[in-house]
T-cell receptor
Framework: GQQVMQIPQYQHVQEGEDFTTYCNSS?????IQWYKQRPGGHPVFLIQLVKSGEVKKQKRLTFQFGEAKKNSSLHITATQTTDVGTYFC???????????FGTGTRLQVTL | EPEVTQTPSHQVTQMGQEVILRCVPISNHLYFYWYRQILGQKVEFLVSFYNNEISEKSEIFDDQFSVERPDGSNFTLKIRSTKLEDSAMYFC???????????FGPGTRLTVT
């Protein structure tokens, strides 16, 4: 079945440093979404990417969808303590609306 | 802002017992989902529901699981005979149309002893 892997599993940065998580799917995706889950919380939608090579920005967050639609990345510039949490990518294939979540990257930010 | 709600927040049950987890999706949403997350692991898809029937289900969603939308607002997940390995956080999610943002509820933590 479809597998979605993320690296790194865990990253600890100091506030102000940049952070990137990478997402790789075993199959071509029709779209990819990114979610953030705070400790003890539920996944919260960040963004959806649909087109090959698409790049979207949200303030300090930059999201990319690969040309082959099998990989994606999330980059945070100048991290803040409020960025702490686990970041999941989640992909859909074909017309299926279910999400296959990645393994997640847990981000810890300290002062 | 509208949100998905789930009850109870925590359920403890003995192995072999039946449990029903309840969700109230956002009112104008048409697609409903159940996911589960074992502590510290990724979120796993269980089942999707549209137009009063299951549209997709995963290998995890075996004969012990069922879903229902008994009225216009509730969406339930039933586990007929719980096992220890069913212990997890169960999230309900909904969305307006087939693709796009899924709104997750706060989850029900199920502990099977």
């Amino acid at each position: 079945g479809q597998q979605v892997m993320q690296i790194p599993q865990y990253q600890h940065v100091q506030e102000g440093e940049d952070f990137t998580t990478y997402c790789n799917s075993s199959t071509t995706l029709s779209n990819i979404q990114w979610y953030k889950q705070r400790p003890g919380g539920h996944p919260v939608f960040l963004i959806q990417l649909v087109k090959s090579g698409e790049v979207k920005k949200q303030k300090r967050l930059t999201f990319q969808f690969g040309e082959a639609k099998k990989n994606s990345s999330l980059h945070i510039t100048a991290t803040q303590t409020t960025d702490v949490g686990t970041y999941f990518c989640a992909g859909s294939t074909g017309t299926a609306s279910k999400l296959t979540f990645g393994t997640g990257t847990r981000l810890q930010v300290t002062l | 802002e509208p949100e998905v709600t789930q009850t109870p927040s925590h359920q403890v049950t003995q192995m072999g017992q039946e449990v029903i987890l309840r969700c109230v999706p956002i009112s104008n949403h048409l697609y409903f989902y159940w996911y589960r997350q074992i502590l510290g692991q990724k979120v796993e898809f269980l089942v999707s529901f549209y137009n009063n029937e299951i549209s997709e289900k995963s290998e995890i969603f075996d004969d012990q699981f069922s879903v229902e939308r008994p009225d216009g607002s509730n969406f339930t997940l039933k586990i007929r005979s719980t096992k220890l390995e069913d212990s997890a956080m169960y999230f309900c999610a909904s969305r307006v149309r087939g693709l796009g943002e899924q709104y997750f509820g706060p989850g029900t933590r199920l502990t099977v002893t």
